[in-house]
RNA sequence: GUGGGAUUAGCUCAGCUGGUUAGAGCACUGGUUUGUGGUGCCGGGGGUCGCGGGUUCGAAUCCCGUAUCCCACCCCA
């Protein structure tokens, strides 16, 4: 038999794929209603595309990246996140000389090649969004409610976790403090750690060894080497939080994978789904446009790992719906045939192909969650009528056949 | 990539220290003296016990390998 590869799931249980439409169904409605439009990209780019966006020293494009040579001799792979394709789209389309304000959002398979655990999967599902053009703290305050206001309506409780990154002003500075704090302690912290130094020093404030996080006490925080504009947007943006009754913490710590973030960055995470937590995460990329070689744009936004909500998701109650036909002498079936095909202009219908008693056409109707039984037995089919029960009111007539 | 656990019917699982035709519940399907469901009763189908080797008279059960899932690390959505 032939499976699918590690880590690449279908999504064909019942279930799981009427949480998977639902969450597209209210995540795109939201988005709408944010002013955001859909956009598609390709699933495969250029490597260097995110080589140059995402960062070489992230572990996504490092180590995790699908990567391959097509038969033209490109060197391509399959997208691992969705930002880097939008924001080449956003360029390639010169939307960047045309200024002005877009916003986008997108939903579709991403791709690492990690080792598959629950909440992480080498095919996965993000929804995202992006928006360019507005460098207003506002916006990255929308953003955050956009995200909010998704996971509230499918009923997903959350923690928001923010922090700031700082900008060109005061990140490069403080990112000299922190590696020369690291090297004065550098023979004590742990291996991981040292390797973190080269690639991406802010992690080492994440560590999760005990010994390091006692030395990292006395590091210098980037909480407090913000500059004025990136500590007065901070202030703000708490502020519009606060004022729309969105609760969070300030995580010092949080940083996020991916180098191409500046400013606000923030972290939807769940207590309830093991430990891949982080649901939703995003933040503020001005300096991406420029890098992708576009004019300078500010841009911010986030994105979701559909599988990791799906499970989290309070489904609304399913109520019957639409008609179920059947027959109960064979001769009446191409009447029931007909009389299905007719409903199915207004309304959801099915019908069964074999005669059965009264019984069971019940069963069947009541299996596949109808709101109307209708049959055609010998007392019908003499009088040219069909009989109809309604299963939740337990209320049933007999309509002639023109008026059904 | 590192360390650990699991893998038996469509699903959730039982199967003791190896011993005759591998079980249960749910699901599916048929019937229920012949027109009333979701909540009765009786029956039926469905498993090369993840895959490949080995030990043995005999393996779902022991050993080795391998694949996949799960847990922790790492990382991230």
Redesign the pocket.
């Given at each position: 038999m032939i499976?699918s590869?590690?880590?690449m799931n279908d999504i064909l249980d019942e279930n799981e794929s009427k949480r998977f439409t639902y969450f597209l169904d209210i995540a795109t409605d939201i988005a709408k209603k944010y002013g955001f439009y859909y956009i598609e990209t390709p699933l495969l780019e250029e490597t260097a595309l995110f080589k140059r966006s995402v960062g070489e020293s992230?572990?996504?494009v490092g180590k995790?990246m699908y990567q391959f040579i097509d038969k033209g001799e490109n060197d391509v792979c399959l997208r691992p996140?969705g930002t880097a394709g939008v924001v080449r789209a956003f360029i390639q389309k010169k939307l960047d000389k045309a200024g002005g304000i877009h916003r986008f959002f997108y939903h579709g398979p991403m791709f690492?090649y990690?080792?598959?655990?629950?909440?992480?999967?080498r095919e996965?599902h993000?929804f995202g969004v992006e928006s360019f053009g507005v460098a207003s703290v506002y916006e990255d305050a929308n953003m955050i409610m956009m995200a909010s206001d998704i996971l509230k309506a499918l009923g997903i409780g959350y923690r928001l976790q923010l922090n700031s990154l700082g900008d060109n002003n005061c990140m490069p500075q403080y990112r000299d403090a922190l590696i020369s704090f690291i090297e004065s302690v550098e023979d004590e912290i742990c291996q991981?750690c040292k390797r973190?130094k080269s690639t991406n020093p802010i992690?080492v404030l994440?560590?999760?060894n005990e010994k390091c996080r006692s030395l990292y006490e006395n590091a210098p925080k980037l909480i407090n080497a913000l500059c004025e504009e990136c500590e007065n947007d901070f202030s703000k943006l708490k502020k519009i939080l606060d004022d729309n009754d969105i609760k969070y913490e300030i995580d010092t710590n949080l940083?996020?994978?991916?180098d191409y973030y500046s400013k606000t960055a923030f972290?939807f995470v769940s207590d309830n789904i093991?430990?891949?937590?982080?649901?939703?995460?995003g933040g503020r990329y001005d300096r991406l446009v420029e890098f992708l070689d576009g004019r300078p744009t500010p841009a911010v936004g986030f994105?979701?790992?559909i599988?990791?909500l799906l499970e989290l998701i309070e489904m609304p109650q399913e109520s019957?719906e639409g008609y179920y036909l059947g027959a109960?002498d064979d001769e009446a079936i191409d009447t029931i045939v007909f009389l299905t095909h007719k409903k199915r202009a207004t309304d959801k219908a099915v019908c069964d192909f074999?005669a059965?008693?009264?019984?069971?056409h019940?069963?069947s109707?009541?299996?596949i969650n109808a709101k109307y039984c209708c049959?055609i037995?010998?007392?019908?089919m003499n009088n040219g009528t069909i009989?109809v029960?309604d299963?939740?009111n337990?209320t049933?007539s007999v309509m002639k056949l023109d008026s059904f």
């Open positions: 499976k590869l590690r880590g992230s572990d996504i995790e996140e690492r990690e080792r598959p655990q629950k909440g992480r999967l996965f993000q991981d973190r992690r994440d560590c999760k940083v996020r994978g991916l972290e093991g430990s891949q937590s982080a649901i939703a995460g994105a979701m790992g599988e990791r019957r109960m074999k059965k008693n009264l019984k069971n019940l069963k109707a009541d299996k049959v037995g010998t007392n019908e009989w029960k299963l939740e337990k049933e």
